[in-house]
């Protein structure tokens, strides 16, 4: 497969998706990873698990572009047909693939559970397929030439790429088995860095580097926003004419207008930012969360080999628990209440007393969408950080719903660990 | 506009969905919609700010279906090419609205901002159009029909939507202006019922009722999977001839199938099913909380007046914590290890002593990727409930990626409450 991908399309097969009952996220994420292959893509369609309108829509998208990326439908019931519709546009039949049967009924094994007959489906692949494991799952994902021809390339051949419909057996067949391909058959070579900032809205952000927007052409600078984080994605495209380093310089540029605002030049999140700083000054760390309700743990727990910094934490939602298991006086409660400056104080040092960590840090806030007063909106969240040293504590104003007010918080949270230990 | 429309299909126009920087959640929007009002929509296509491909795209989608309902590029600046183009694909030339251009103006003044001379473009609509206002800013919609010749129907015309890409401006718009018109348009009505099932698996639960699926007509019956959970979508269509109710047997059906699997006929989710649950019994509870780190509690945390029955939970991530904060004895730490049953007991019965609630869960594994060995392998989680009556402990082995393990570890925890309540 050394022929150069001109073009490529995103096609999502699936019911579900067509009904929005699940929101289609597999599109997106397939399109940014093509663009920093450096592969264009001009379309991505819907299409619900009916195989006639499926496959007039293969043999169109093939006609239409080099590489059809196809998600979903690949499961063991009866109305997963992609695998089927796709071989059949290719004009390739279904084989059984040993290996892919043996991991499927090891899988089962090791869930203890009886393979039902129909998962054997999903080891019938098309004939000279490349196949790609799957290692969050059971179905394998193939990939295939189709021909295609149109009046003005009657040779046209595109690539069927299928893939599982599950984000989380998606992604790591994307990384570990498809991108490596790919690579080698990208028309150009791009170079990209991820500058992540904490601290400043995209807007704003966007309007201190407004010339250098303006002025991009190769390197380009992308943003992008989430809740309560920004990023820019600095892009190098890279041929026989352009080969010098071009992005330390705008990076450079970047980190001299941002300074502290910026937590990575990498991939790394922002706990991940926080736990590999605490690890390296062989700090430990706990939680007493409130609003966020165990979120700042589990985003610490997300990562592997945590452990070594992170000790536990106590979810103290209700004032009982604040009392009791954080030693928050009921004087404090009564006279300032739950989200006050002072017992996000009292919380975080009581905190660091039970669990007897270098750092801890507290949330505590009104997330919504009841409970606002004219006095403490819903959004105002309170957190401290105590050290062996002194206790400080910020307030931000979270907009939005319930979720984004604790997920903004919980950001918050890492990053006073975050400047605390630079 | 009194024809029927037998089929839809929704494109969305704009290069930052095309790239993945915005989600395209409209798609889904206008598919719920659509599919509430009984309009079956079979293809979603999502396509960049490129005048030929665009036109190309819709004189396609006109050819397949009655009704292609666009959004995005509607705004005032240059790339947004929509309407202009969507006016050369049906033929038609685009005329000064007034009455829109009047709205915008006032926008503007209302603002205390000077109106830019491109705003006038979005006042240009297409002659004959029935133009929709922008109650949330100021791009018009409009509606008009597309002459789309076909083999089969050599009269064929389709109805071109286009609607504005914010959603914020798009969904009032569709629910004010558009969904009038489309209710007497629509083929039939339908009426839908979700199943929800936790503690078996999509092709098993397909493998119970493989002759419902088989036989299926009206109503239809649609599997969905999702970590650890599965759901079955029941939809009745009605019309004329069918109006008596045929989804109650349907569901008495499958709740003699599946009985203590169904967690839910609705929309609530399995934390919600359980805080319901709980609060009916007016039963406290508190989470030891260990592999899941927090993520438990921040489940219970998601859903708005929780704190009626979570007290709170301690995050024991350090075996430390498990012995100072929840009892667990060094003896069982050394001798059964943190991922074992006795551990996993000691935990929830020390959180319940210690929270002081009804009911205590905890849950202690190994979610890897490291930590795993022959005899404790990555995956293994074991989880326990303790009331005042006794503890019963659980095990399972979770499959796949860190993440999936904890979320699956989470929902057995929250099932292990759901059946001690039944």
Known sequence: ??????????????????MGHTLNTNAGYIATQL????????????????????????????????????????????D???????????????????????????HFRNLNRKMSENNKKQAMLPEGATVFPNTNGTAPGAMFSCPAATQKEPNH????????????EMKPMFTLSLEPILKDMAPYYLK?????????????????????????????????AS????????????????????LTPLIEELKRRFTENIYEIGTRSLPEVVLDMLKEKKKTVSFAE?????????????????????????VAYDNQIKERLLNVSSEILETD?????????????GCRNKMQTDIAVSITGIAGPDGGTEEKPVGLVYIAISDDKSTKVISMNGRGNRMRIRRVAALNAFDLIRKSLL
């Open 1 to 18: 497969m050394q022929k150069k991908i001109r073009n490529a399309e995103i096609l999502c097969v699936g019911t579900e998706l067509l």
């Open 35 to 78: 663009s920093s292959l450096g592969i264009p893509s001009y379309r991505q369609i819907v299409i619900g698990d009916n195989p006639s309108r499926l496959l007039e829509q293969i043999k169109e998208s093939a006609k239409s572009s080099d590489l059809v990326i196809l998600t979903g439908g690949l499961g063991p019931t009866l």
């Open 80 to 106: 997963d047909l992609t695998m089927k519709t796709a071989a059949d546009a290719a004009g390739r039949s279904l084989v059984l693939h040993q290996p892919s049967l043996d991991h499927i009924e090891s």
């Open 157 to 168: 051949e595109a690539f069927l790429v299928l893939l599982p419909g599950p984000p989380s």
């Open 192 to 224: 990209s860095e991820y500058v992540h900032l904490i601290g400043i809205g995209e807007s704003a952000a966007e309007t201190a580097i407004k010339d250098l927007i303006e002025a991009q052409d190769n390197p380009t600078i992308a943003p992008y």
């Open 227 to 246: 809740e309560g984080e920004c990023m820019f994605r600095v892009t190098q495209r890279i041929d026989e004419d352009t080969d010098a380093d071009l």
């Open 290 to 314: 409130s609003c966020t309700s165990g979120m700042v743990s589990s985003f610490m727990g997300d990562i592997p080999g945590a452990s070594s910094s992170f000790m536990g934490a106590i």
């Open 337 to 349: 209440g739950a989200v006050s400056e002072r017992c996000a104080a009292a919380m975080a040092e």
